[in-house]
């Protein structure tokens, strides 16, 4: 069954520095996704992208963040000057364009930052 | 205001039986559709089934079912025959609009406990 990856699995990185997070979405899926998840709370929706260019971003995704989709097969995340409260689990998530009954995450990339 | 409330913050249940997880939603959208993931220990978020808000029949996936009561506003997770692999977050979550193209707005999730 087709599934969404994300790598790495776990990062550490002092505070200040850059992350990028990367995700490999579906293959026949448009629309891409970041939510994160700070330890214990709900998930949070941080932005959507379709047709190369964000769709909707929450509060959250502030000038800190970028997505990119830099090829055919990867969706990126980064997070430029990390902070400690950028701690979390970040999903990234897909769906079919024709699709409104799935969103398929995947197994998420928990961001450590010291 | 809560978009997606849930109220039990953790459930118990021993093997074998049925256990209902409550969500209510809140939305002034006539298209919407709501979803249950599981969240085992180690992270991953399961897509578990859907609903959506012109469903007339609730969904079903195998031990899982959704209780839709539209007019309550209501989406319970009723899973029957419990097993202890079932021990896990649950969390539900709703899309507003009609495509796929929409953001997911989580509740704060249910901790289950299937004990043997």
């Known amino acids: 069954e087709p599934e969404v990856t994300q790598t790495p699995s776990h990062q550490v990185t002092q505070m200040g520095q850059e992350v990028i997070l990367r995700c490999v979405p579906i293959?026949?899926?448009?629309?891409f996704y970041w939510y994160r998840q700070i330890l214990g709370q709900k998930v949070e929706f941080l932005v959507s992208?379709?047709?190369?260019?964000?769709?909707?971003k929450s509060e959250i995704f502030d000038d800190q963040f970028s997505v990119e989709r830099p090829d055919g097969s990867n969706f990126t995340l980064k997070i430029r000057s990390t902070k400690l409260e950028d701690s979390a689990m970040y999903f990234c998530a897909s769906s079919h364009i024709d699709r409104d009954d799935e969103q398929y995450f995947g197994p998420g990339t928990r961001l450590t930052v010291t | 205001a809560q978009k997606i409330t849930q109220t039990q913050p953790g459930m118990f249940v021993q093997e074998k039986e049925a256990v209902t997880l409550d969500c209510t939603y809140d939305t002034s959208d006539p298209s919407y559709g709501l979803f249950w993931y599981k969240q085992p220990s180690s992270g991953e978020m399961i897509f578990l089934i859907y609903q959506g808000s012109y469903d007339q029949q609730n969904a079903t996936e195998g031990r899982y079912s959704l209780n839709f009561q539209k007019a309550r506003k209501s989406a319970n997770l009723v899973i029957s025959a419990s097993q202890l692999g079932d021990s896990a977050m649950y969390f539900c979550a709703m899309r507003e609009g009609n495509t796929g193209f929409q953001k997911l707005v989580f509740g704060t999730g249910t901790r289950l406990l299937v004990s043997p």
């Open positions: 293959s026949n899926h448009l629309y």
């Open positions: 992208f379709y047709n190369n260019e964000i769709s909707e």
